[in-house]
């Protein structure tokens, strides 16, 4: 389990393709204290570290994680939003995550505010996933709260700190970004419409 609360920024530094998997090389300033078999997060997507060497360390994505995720878009050189697993002493500053991608969405808009960003998004709505006006979202890993939430979009605002911290930086219009919805809220649509 994730907070959202993003620890540090990775860079890939080699994409191997393997059948229908993709082995991801990272280097991340907290490679050194990573271990194999460990779930990390990375741009929300949970992952497991197979291989570490020096300050570098690699995860492999199947082809279903290629399907639902921006990961299939990775190249050499992109930055991505890191995240370990919380510790059981651990505080909770995000919201839960679970590091489960379900949808992609994209940027639809950024407006430079003075001294913030506003982002805004669209996503398919036809998955049924919802956002709720002042709820939870996780972007990229990154735990937010909605508003102008409608169907099928929501806009978060962006602080400095979170914004040079965070791939949020990089991000431009028509970008494709990893969505998580909060599971409250996918809990309780579920019972509200059952499996119909």
Request: with cysteine.
């Amino acid at each position: 389990m994730f907070t959202g609360i993003i620890e540090t920024l990775g860079e890939v530094k080699k994409v191997t393709h393997e059948g229908n998997n993709v082995h991801f090389d990272l280097y991340s300033a907290i490679t050194s204290q990573l271990r194999i078999d460990q779930s990390v997060a990375h741009n929300g997507v949970c992952l497991t570290v197979v291989h570490i060497e020096g300050d570098q360390y690699r995860v492999t994505a199947v082809d279903e994680t290629l399907k639902k995720t921006n990961l299939g878009e990775w190249h050499e050189g992109k930055k991505v939003n890191v995240e370990r697993c919380m510790p059981a002493s651990g505080r909770f500053d995000g919201h839960i995550v679970q590091g489960h991608v379900d949808q992609v969405g994209w940027v639809d808009n950024i407006t430079e505010e003075a001294g913030s960003w506003i982002f805004d998004f669209s996503f398919d709505t036809s998955l049924g996933n919802i956002t709720v006006e002042k709820g939870s979202i996780t972007i990229n890993g990154t735990s937010l709260t909605c508003f102008n939430s409608h169907d099928g979009g929501f806009s978060v605002a962006i602080i400095p700190y979170t914004y040079e911290h965070t791939n949020f930086h990089q991000l431009r219009v028509g970008d494709k970004v990893n969505l998580e919805f909060d599971i409250l809220g996918k809990y309780i649509q579920r019972i509200i419409k059952g499996y119909g």
